[in-house]
């Protein structure tokens, strides 16, 4: 059965989207104006490497089962959909139109899969150990979440490494790491039925009769997609130095052993919440993905362009830190280089100047 799926946010977002049109599910995209009747003319193209091929394979929507829509925020229709994707930058939930269709969302009791590194703050309460704590500083607008009931709010690791192009225009994303996406069950069965079915009809896909990589397994424990955090601690938030962004490379690679020491450190603190060692990726297996990493991180991109916010993960993971007792030198100066960078930025305007 076709599902429709809703996913805001159309760059990142026609990942989770192509994999979906690709088993024969229907997806809108929610996106501006402008790259929505870009969408609604040419679809949307993503690149991808196939286990054992050397060059990416553009796959193309309209060539796909499922049908792609666009469309602005102010002319999303709820009632046709199963599942919301939740694919956007934190801080861009802030923007007035999407808070409107996100209140909308939370009325319509709607399951939202979260596909953002920030983990959107009603999931953090479905964590016992969390939700109490006061974590409301690492977000932009802690009030975008507060209707949300937490039951219908997952998250699915952002682990496939995708960008856009900066020569391409803005219906084109390249996949730089097809790893899979790990989503942690909803409360209800219902759901959990929707996200098992679209979990297979995703696996059965082939392309020429070859397996199509990034796949979407789901997992009973809340803990799996926290295994994440460890990697943008150590390697996504210390690209952000306090001169020019380094690559994720480099970020890991210039000293190991103190991104060793950072990576368990933040293992431990999923650990200390309730995370099962089983759920999280070894430090050996991470290094080894951050060698073809060369390309600064999502976050270091956004800072040195001028973004006034961006995710705070690294605050977050401080935050908790310090209310477990177990703080950490090397995270805490990590914040504070992306706070100076970030109020670089404001102060000179939020222009890049």
């Keep these: 059965m076709a599902r429709n799926i809703l996913i805001l946010g159309a760059s990142y977002g026609s990942l989770l989207a192509t994999k979906l049109l690709m088993a024969g599910h229907n997806v809108t995209l929610v996106c501006r104006r402008k790259t929505a009747d870009l969408i609604n003319r040419d679809g949307t193209e993503v690149r991808i490497k196939l286990r054992d091929e050397a060059v990416h394979r553009a796959i193309f929507s309209r060539d796909l089962p499922g049908k792609l829509h666009a469309t602005t925020p102010a002319e999303v229709d709820l009632s046709?959909?199963?599942?919301?994707?939740?694919?956007?930058?934190?801080?861009?939930?802030?923007?007035?139109?999407?808070?409107?269709?996100?209140?909308?969302?939370?009325?319509a009791k709607l399951p939202c899969l979260s596909?953002?590194?920030?983990?959107?703050?009603?999931?953090?309460?479905?964590?016992?150990?969390?939700?109490?704590?006061?974590?409301e500083e690492a977000y932009t607008n802690a009030l975008v979440w507060e209707r949300f009931k937490p039951g219908l709010v997952s998250l699915c690791s952002p682990d496939p490494q995708a960008f856009r192009p900066p020569e391409e225009a803005a219906n084109v994303l390249h996949v730089g790491l097809p790893t899979n996406f790990k989503a942690a069950a909803f409360?209800?069965?219902?759901?959990?039925?929707?996200?098992?079915?679209?979990?297979?009809?995703?696996?059965?896909?082939?392309?020429?009769?070859?397996?199509?990589?990034?796949?979407?397994?789901v997992f009973d424990s809340l803990f799996v997609p926290l295994a994440k955090w460890s990697m943008l601690?150590?390697?996504?938030?210390?690209?952000?130095?306090?001169h020019e962004p380094q690559s994720i490379r480099d970020a890991v690679h210039g000293d190991l052993k103190l991104s060793q020491s950072i990576y368990d450190h933040v293992d431990g603190v999923a650990r200390r919440l309730g995370a099962d060692p089983a759920d999280q990726v070894?430090?050996?297996?991470?290094?080894?993905?951050?060698e073809?990493?060369?390309?600064?991180?999502?976050?270091?991109?956004?800072?040195?362009?001028?973004?006034?916010?961006?995710?705070?993960?690294?605050?977050?993971?401080?935050?908790?830190?310090?209310?477990?007792?177990?703080?950490?030198?090397?995270?805490?100066?990590?914040?504070?280089?992306?706070?100076?960078?970030?109020n670089e930025k404001i102060v000179s305007g939020g222009s890049g100047s």
């Design 80 to 107: 046709r959909y199963d599942l919301v994707g939740l694919a956007m930058q934190e801080p861009q939930y802030t923007n007035h139109t999407i808070r409107v269709l996100m209140i909308k969302i939370a009325e």
């Design 187 to 217: 409360e209800d069965a219902q759901h959990n039925k929707i996200l098992r079915e679209l979990e297979a009809d995703i696996d059965a896909v082939t392309l020429d009769g070859k397996d199509v990589p990034v796949k979407l397994k």
């Design 233 to 242: 601690l150590t390697g996504n938030y210390r690209c952000i130095t306090p």
């Design 115 to 135: 596909i953002m590194n920030m983990p959107p703050l009603p999931y953090l309460k479905r964590i016992p150990a969390l939700a109490n704590m006061d974590l």
């Design 282 to 290: 070894p430090f050996e297996k991470y290094a080894k993905a951050a």
């Design 292 to 342: 073809s990493l060369l390309k600064p991180s999502s976050a270091a991109r956004a800072v040195a362009a001028g973004a006034p916010f961006i995710e705070r993960v690294d605050l977050l993971v401080k935050l908790i830190s310090h209310e477990l007792g177990t703080p950490n030198a090397e995270i805490d100066r990590t914040v504070q280089t992306v706070d100076q960078k970030l």
